[in-house]
């Protein structure tokens, strides 16, 4: 991705296809995360400027562009998931290896916090507990734990292919309906059946 390049939805789009089958960490212009914010500053704009008039083409567009705001936080929030599991596997390789990050420019600046203070975390959490029953010591757990006791549901990304109404979920959650063109983040069960059925791809 060129420094010189604006950030579009189709760029966005292609850079989640990028570094969801890249098994590295997609290299991004340093100053991304201010493109993108610029970028859905100006979309948010555009869209006040059309809830303030009055027409059938401004009730469209408002439709449109509200469809597109939901899709690229969709793709967003993906593209960070995939990167924020990369930046862990890295930290926790590095901490069991003792080893150095061979290219800090693959993170950009905010990632490279994020990567050290999971470097940090792991470490004082190896010497607080196998350091210590490994000295014949009683392990100290100096990190504070925070439990999640609902399991979180596999999600997937999928684009649709052709309009799919209404549906429900087996937890009864409702979804849709979607147009084609549409993303969606859907539990890992229906995403398999949709995709199967060809009424949706991947991301």
């Given at each position: 991705?060129?420094?010189?390049?604006?950030?579009?939805?189709?760029?966005?789009y292609?850079?989640l296809?990028?570094?969801k089958?890249?098994?590295?960490?997609?290299?991004?212009?340093?100053?991304?995360?201010?493109k993108?914010?610029?970028?859905?500053?100006?979309?948010?704009?555009i869209?006040?400027?059309?809830?303030s008039?009055?027409?059938?083409f401004?009730?469209?567009?408002?439709?449109?562009?509200k469809?597109?705001l939901d899709?690229?936080?969709?793709?967003?929030?993906?593209?960070?998931?995939?990167?924020?599991?990369?930046?862990?596997?890295?930290?926790?390789?590095?901490?069991?290896?003792?080893?150095q990050?061979?290219d800090?420019?693959?993170?950009?600046?905010?990632?490279?916090?994020v990567?050290?203070?999971?470097?940090?975390?792991?470490?004082?959490?190896r010497?607080s507990?196998?350091?210590?029953?490994?000295?014949?010591?009683?392990p100290?757990?100096?990190?504070?734990?925070?439990?999640?006791a609902?399991?979180?549901?596999?999600?997937?990304?999928?684009?649709?292919?052709?309009?799919?109404p209404?549906?429900?979920g087996?937890?009864?959650?409702v979804?849709?309906?979607?147009?084609?063109?549409?993303?969606?983040?859907?539990?890992?069960?229906?995403?398999?059946?949709?995709?199967?059925?060809?009424?949706?791809?991947e991301i």
């Amino acid at each position: 991705m060129s420094e010189d390049n604006l950030i579009t939805y189709e760029n966005i789009y292609e850079i989640l296809r990028m570094e969801k089958y890249k098994k590295d960490l997609y290299k991004l212009d340093k100053d991304f995360f201010d493109k993108v914010t610029r970028y859905l500053n100006e979309k948010k704009t555009i869209l006040q400027g059309y809830e303030s008039k009055e027409s059938v083409f401004a009730s469209q567009s408002i439709i449109k562009l509200k469809k597109q705001l939901d899709n690229i936080y969709l793709i967003l929030n993906e593209l960070y998931e995939k990167r924020e599991a990369k930046i862990m596997q890295m930290a926790l390789f590095n901490s069991r290896t003792n080893s150095q990050l061979q290219d800090e420019d693959i993170l950009l600046d905010e990632e490279k916090k994020v990567y050290y203070s999971i470097i940090n975390l792991l470490n004082i959490s190896r010497d607080s507990i196998l350091k210590n029953i490994l000295e014949g010591k009683k392990p100290e757990v100096k990190i504070e734990e925070k439990i999640d006791a609902k399991p979180k549901t596999n999600l997937k990304l999928v684009r649709f292919l052709e309009p799919v109404p209404k549906f429900m979920g087996e937890d009864m959650t409702v979804f849709g309906p979607f147009n084609t063109e549409d993303i969606g983040n859907l539990p890992e069960k229906i995403a398999t059946i949709l995709i199967k059925g060809n009424k949706a791809e991947e991301i």
